[in-house]
């Protein structure tokens, strides 16, 4: 299995834009799904973009159209470009390589603020 390390995240006013970048200790060729998840400060962890070893793309219906995800193989990365941000993106961000059955991994989080 892997290491994750997502970079990226801060304080960014509404309308704003980020990118956050996942970087993987090891291949992510081969990896069935990288994803971006995000938990909001008393909510529940919550889904927003994934893509595949295909590559396909699934976005949250709430990110979609403002958000892109996307990878670098030669690089080992995963990014999620995020447009228009919104008070209610904010929230810890997490990447997660999901190779299961075999194994799956979770990075250790990075915060984006939204917030004038």
């Known amino acids: 299995q892997v290491q994750l390390v997502e970079s990226g995240g801060g304080l960014v006013q509404p309308g704003g834009s980020l990118t956050l970048a996942c970087t993987s200790s090891?291949?992510?060729?081969?990896?069935?799904?990288m994803a971006w998840h995000r938990q909001a400060p008393g909510k529940q962890r919550e889904l927003v973009a994934h893509?595949?070893?295909?590559?396909?793309?699934f976005y949250a219906e709430a990110v979609k159209g403002r958000f892109t995800i996307s990878r670098d193989l030669a690089k080992n990365t995963v990014y999620l470009q995020m447009n228009n941000l919104q008070p209610e993106d904010t929230g810890t961000y997490f990447c997660?390589?999901?190779?299961?059955?075999?194994?799956?991994?979770w990075g250790q989080g990075t915060l984006v603020t939204v917030s004038s």
């Open positions: 997660h390589a999901d190779n299961r059955p075999r194994w799956e991994v």
């Open positions: 090891g291949s992510i060729f081969t990896i069935w799904t």
């Open positions: 893509i595949t070893n295909t590559p396909n793309t």
